[in-house]
């Protein structure tokens, strides 16, 4: 496929606001989980929280779409200069030109939460406590970035759980190429929420303590929120920026729940990126794992990693870092790996003491440098959901 | 981006399949919006069948007989689920049980709740494991599913099922988000290079307008305003009239979708 150029990308998690803080973050192979702190009730598990995302104030017109996930965004879209970027970039195509595909899992579904538990008496909730379009509806935040951006161009929230906004980069790139739009601006937000804490809890999925991926130990996943932006563009001959390469998406019609056990269909989702990408399996220096810290799901990505790359890859799951941010997974973590790319290092498994002899796959424990000229990120969600992502510098 | 509608499927009040329901739209007989029952379609083993909830049904009722009036094999299939709100009957459940004491949240719920639900209970039931999107675009959504959908084929030149489906909210969130009645719908679409003895749709780019198609039928008119899936109803009775017409559907702000009906032969 023709790579698209990330002409600009900026990611807010629990490692702080702005790019700067990831990195830092990965390089130091810390671990910015801490024991659950919201002002509700909770189950007791670990959580990845953003700094001050409560007390973010909707800019002047926009007040309607005040809720803990659209507070998030527009924190995570003041970073980095992002917005800078996107007002240059419509000097350069029309506003009805640049599309804007995000994905998220729960969108605001917190301001509906808050509703049910101020009017937990009442048969139906009264009017004003809330906008629905503009919080809870699954574009709400789409419909929020578009109008904070300026955009006109093509348009949609895709909420496929942990691999929404990893798709957002195949739906941009399939609009592009269709002649649709010149740009795109592709993205995640997801926030923390008591739906998704008991919800994961009542799965048992959620980890009591910090989660660790790759453990033999392990037992459940940190959830965490996070929001992530990236401005693409076709890359032009003689861009050696960084660039998506390939993408690949299948559907594991396993179970809703549980993963394939030999991770067949992650594996397809795989070796679909590497086709688009026209890449070979030994191409690629790094492969940051979905690794969500949970029984099945390491074990299912594991089977899925060794039949494609027999070991012949650096490997290594972030989520011991940040949480697992749902929704927001994909372009947080595609960021990662494009961060790994552009400082050439390799980022660490915090939290992770003894590796499960069970896994096959040899993960980096301790963030270390080491050149990577290519990278691979894996998302795999519920329903069976799976997206891979190829990043590398378009010129090579 | 142009495509043949290799098939469609239909379900909602007073129109419960394509195959009973087109006469309505084509206003040969009288719409009356009849209860509509939403029964879990004889896909996926039991188990997994007791656990659908209406929207999931309503959704999956649609896809079928898109791919049944097609005679295409769905297990190939990529497919783009669009819906504005997901399910806020299984919302409703959760938040009521987060204000619970010992917040007892159904697992069963919490998995339903996620957006893509219907699309895993279809590639599960068909054992496709094609590409699959679940999106949004609020009131547009039936306008952005279509135009995914579209994308998809034109790049893979292959079928792509597309699945536009609401559910009326729950009485508790209804003053916030009202829609009233159940509506599913589906469009096979295979790529127009193909020889088919099928309608074919060409989507030209948005256009800004003041209004735009709707369904001169009152009743038809209140379905298509009452739910974020009904909006695809004229495009629905342009191909059951299978002629040559234009027909817009609502897109994001004060846009439409302009789409071009090319009837079967």
Known sequence: MKPLLIRACTLTNAFGQGNDASLAGLRAGHSALRPIDLEEATPPTWIGRVEGVEHVRMPAGLSGYACRNNQLALLALEQDGFMGAVHDAKTRHAPERIGLFLGTSTSGIAATEQAYARHAGDPVLPGGSHEHAKTHNMFATGAFVRERLGLKGPAHVISTACSSSAKAFAAAHRHIQAGLCDAAIVGGVDSLCLTTLYGFNALELLAREPCRPWDRERNGISIGEGAGFALLEPAENGDDGLCLLGYGESSDAYHMSTPHPEGLWAARAMLDALRRAGLAPADLDYLNLHATGTRANDQSEDRAVQSVFAGQVACSGTKGGTGHTLGAAGITEALFACMAIEHGFIPGMPHLEHPDPELATRVVRTSRDQRVMRAMSNSLGFGGSNCSLIFGRGGL | ?265
Request: negative net charge; glycine residues 6%.
């Open chain 2, 1 to 265: 981006m142009k495509a043949h509608v290799a098939g469609i499927g239909l379900f909602a009040p007073g129109l419960e399949s394509w195959a009973t329901g087109r006469a309505s739209l084509m206003h040969r007989q009288d719409y009356v919006a009849a209860p509509l029952t939403i029964a879990a379609p004889a896909i996926c083993p039991p188990n997994e069948r007791r656990r659908m909830t209406s929207a999931i049904r309503i959704a999956l009722q649609s896809a079928l007989q898109a791919v049944a009036s097609s005679g295409l094999e769905a297990s190939a299939i990529p497919t783009v689920f669009a819906s504005s709100e997901g399910d806020l009957d299984v919302i409703h459940h959760l938040c009521t049980a987060l204000t619970l004491p010992g917040h007892p949240v159904s697992p069963t719920h919490f998995h339903n709740s996620v957006h893509n639900a219907p699309a895993g209970y279809w590639h599960l039931g068909q054992q496709s494991h094609a590409c699959s999107t679940s999106l949004s675009a609020g009131d547009a959504s039936v306008a952005a599913g279509l135009i995914e959908a579209l994308t998809m084929l034109t790049i893979e030149q292959c079928p792509v099922l597309l699945v536009a489906y609401d559910a009326p909210t729950p009485a508790r969130l209804h003053a916030r988000c009202p829609i009233d009645a159940p509506f599913g719908m589906a469009l096979l679409l295979a790529p127009a290079t193909n020889a088919m003895e099928a309608p074919l749709i060409a989507v030209r780019p948005p256009v800004v307008a003041a209004s735009g198609s709707s369904m001169a039928h009152p009743a038809l008119e209140a379905l298509r305003q009452g739910n974020p899936a009904a909006r695809s109803l004229p495009l629905l009775r342009a191909l059951a009239l299978d002629q040559r017409l234009s027909v817009t559907l609502p897109y994001l702000d004060d846009a439409f979708l302009p789409i071009d009906i090319e009837p079967c032969c």
